[in-house]
């Protein structure tokens, strides 16, 4: 079974630039979501999506922030404009709802450096 | 307000010797605390699991140890190896359809060879 595939693994952008970073779940999982984790810290949640609906973006800068799953798969979390507190990992995981013991899979990230 | 708390924040340990990572959480709704194992470039993978219905699960070298009442969990690893070495990290939730994680802050342990 393939995991959850994230690009680009690696960014580095100027303040103010603009990002985007994809995330391809594990086939059939329905639930999506985008973590933040800044270095030496846990996950913090940014966005989870059902399908193509989003259940929770409490989290979520909503002025620079935005996400899609469009067709209930691939996903797409964009910044713009970057910001230097902004540098983090970003991970994707996804879930099969149902799944007995609820665990989330994750992908291996991609580290965004704001200069 | 952090939901789940973590210690320590990081751990040296003898190869052979017993590595102990404690997590506490406030929200007595929370019914699923997993364990998640984290090597330096990779996404958290899992690691163990409890549901607040057991005390202890225990799976080879990996224990969890789980106090309702106190509302504390632990991890423990016995007999620590040098593969060992990575980032820890407890979580709980709720088990409904949200699924929504809550994370501790990490522990990085280091098993000495």
């Known amino acids: 079974e393939a995991g959850v595939a994230q690009s680009p693994r690696y960014k580095i952008i100027e303040k103010r630039q603009s990002v985007a970073f994809w995330c391809n779940p594990i086939?059939?999982?329905?639930?999506l979501y985008w973590y933040q984790q800044i270095l030496g810290q846990g996950p913090k949640l940014l966005i989870q999506f059902q399908n193509n609906g989003v259940v929770d973006d409490s989290q979520l800068p909503k002025d620079r922030f935005s996400a899609e799953r469009l067709k209930g798969v691939d996903s797409t979390l964009k910044i713009q404009p970057a910001k230097l507190e902004d540098s983090a990992v970003y991970l994707c995981a996804s879930s099969s709802k149902g799944q007995a013991n609820n665990e989330q899979f994750f992908g291996p990230g991609t580290r965004l450096t704001v200069l | 307000q952090q939901q789940v708390k973590q210690s320590p924040q990081s751990l040296i340990v003898q190869k052979g010797g017993i590595s102990i990572i404690n997590c506490a959480y406030e929200n007595t709704a929370f019914d699923y605390f997993p364990w998640y194992q984290q090597f330096p470039g990779k996404g958290p993978a899992l690691l163990i699991a409890?549901?607040?219905?057991?005390s202890e699960k225990k799976e080879g070298r990996f224990t969890i140890s789980f106090n309702k009442s106190a509302k504390q969990f632990s991890l423990h690893i016995m007999d620590s190896q040098p593969g060992d070495s990575a980032t820890y990290f407890c979580a709980a939730s709720v088990e409904d359809n949200f699924n929504k994680f809550y994370f501790g802050s990490g522990t990085k342990l280091n098993v000495k060879p």
């Open positions: 086939s059939g999982h329905a639930t």
């Open positions: 409890i549901r607040p219905d057991v």
